[in-house]
């Protein structure tokens, strides 16, 4: 079936040489960075605990046959769950949610990935963090909302782990996340068999062998058989830029640089999405420019050719876009959303975006708003999952004081809307 698409410094020797001295340093530095990196999550989890009601990190799939599983961290009363619901194609109302994982106090459950390992059966994943440690974990769901597995672990070592993205691949699913086992912040995969378990030992898919700091991955959306990892990275220089490893049955070839983000900032993520068998599309926030846009390139993955950077959003100003996500149909034709901000005077009330592209790559019109609302409040970090009949789903959090809720949009291919806006959340904030 096809389916869619975280010292002690001391002062050196004289003996030693300016070299050694800036080595010493560029080690501190990153050290110190990878520990402000693990100590964000524990900081965040205090400062959602004032928090009566939000929605945080949106995931969405399509299972191949029209249905769509979105997940999310659901904040307030002081604790944290990861919930989920299902949709149709088109529906609206009659929206039921489901509680993936239950809430703990004094544990923060967020960052939730979600993928159809076939098409009655949906894996999600999530970070869990507490005594001062963050765990991956998993959870098998009925399309009907009905947990099908408990909890399990899918990180096979007792180091920290975090972030997590799944893809379902032709023999089950992949998984991939931030490990700190090796005492920095690399990227580990472990493949999942077709009963959701996962399987074998994880395997670190950053090849660079040294001190860097790898970034948030992500894993491809799109109906190829094999799987694209991509990260933020600092090796060589300390500068961040982009890689991408191949995965089918593991590992295939080397670590490809995908290009610059031209700003330190390991927050900085891309997005990939299969275009055909062997070419898919890179997105991600880019500063060549002095502040952030939305860039975009093209890859013959079978020859590890990119074509050259190409801006996608197309304002004439300098407020920020950001957290680029692009997903297809199998049959080349795409569409990328984004967080935008050009009708605002200050990067916080912004506006989902989108572009839509042909099967040939190139962009069908202009940037087009995809929130029916004018008002400025803040909408923050969309998702897309589109399905082979080219129905696709766009949701972002959206809301006011720092309480969110998830709204979403549904389209078919190029850009024909089905309906206006509509809340996911809402029925359950009142209840």
Not at 132 to 153: K, P
Not at 294 to 320: C, E, F, H, M
């Amino acid at each position: 079936m096809q389916r869619s698409g975280d010292f002690l410094l001391c002062l050196p020797h004289p003996i030693f040489s300016r070299m050694k001295i800036r080595n010493i340093l560029l080690v501190l530095l990153l050290s110190c960075l990878t520990r402000a990196a693990l100590a964000q999550v524990h900081t965040d989890t205090i400062a959602v605990r004032k928090l009566t009601h939000s929605t945080w990190h949106a995931a969405v799939d399509e299972n191949g046959n029209g249905l769509y599983c979105v997940v999310w961290t659901q904040r307030g009363e002081g604790v944290s769950k990861i919930r989920a619901l299902f949709l149709r194609q088109g529906q609206r109302e009659e929206i039921r949610v489901f509680d993936v994982s239950a809430p703990n106090p004094g544990f923060e459950d967020s960052k939730p990935a979600v993928t159809f390992l076939n098409c009655d059966t949906a894996i999600v994943a999530w970070q869990r963090g507490g005594d001062g440690r963050q765990r991956v974990l998993y959870r098998l769901l009925a399309g009907n909302g009905q947990a099908l597995s408990d909890e399990g672990w899918i990180s096979d070592a007792e180091a920290d782990a975090m972030l997590p993205a799944l893809r379902r691949t032709p023999v089950g699913a992949l998984a991939v996340w931030q490990d700190f086992r090796n005492l920095q912040l690399d990227i580990y995969a472990r493949p999942m068999n077709a009963e959701g378990l996962p399987e074998g030992h994880a395997s670190m898919l950053n090849d660079d062998g040294g001190r860097a700091l790898q970034g948030q991955p992500k894993l491809s959306a799109g109906s190829c058989p094999a799987a694209l990892a991509v990260w933020s990275d600092n090796r060589v220089d300390g500068k961040w830029k982009f890689y991408y490893q191949l995965w089918r049955a593991g590992p295939v070839g080397e670590n490809v640089l995908l290009d610059s983000a031209q700003r330190k900032n390991m927050t900085t993520l891309a997005a990939a999405a299969w275009m055909s068998q062997d070419t898919a599309v890179f997105v991600w926030k880019d500063y060549r420019e002095g502040h952030s846009n939305i860039y975009r390139r093209v890859a013959d993955i079978s020859r590890s050719t990119l074509t050259p950077a190409q801006r996608i959003n197309d304002d004439d100003g300098d407020r920020w876009q950001r957290l680029p996500v692009i997903a297809g149909d199998g049959r080349g034709n795409m569409v990328m959303c984004w967080e935008d901000y050009r009708n605002t005077e200050t990067n916080q009330q912004g506006d989902t975006y989108m572009q839509v592209f042909e099967r040939d790559g190139s962009p069908r019109g202009g940037n087009q708003r995809v929130n029916d609302r004018d008002d400025r409040i803040p909408r923050k970090a969309p998702v897309i999952a589109m399905a082979v009949d080219g129905v696709y789903l766009i949701v972002w959090h959206q809301g006011e004081e720092s309480s969110f809720d998830l709204v979403g949009q549904w389209f078919r291919y190029p850009d024909e809307r089905l309906g206006e806006n509509f809340c996911l959340t809402c029925r359950e904030k009142k209840q």
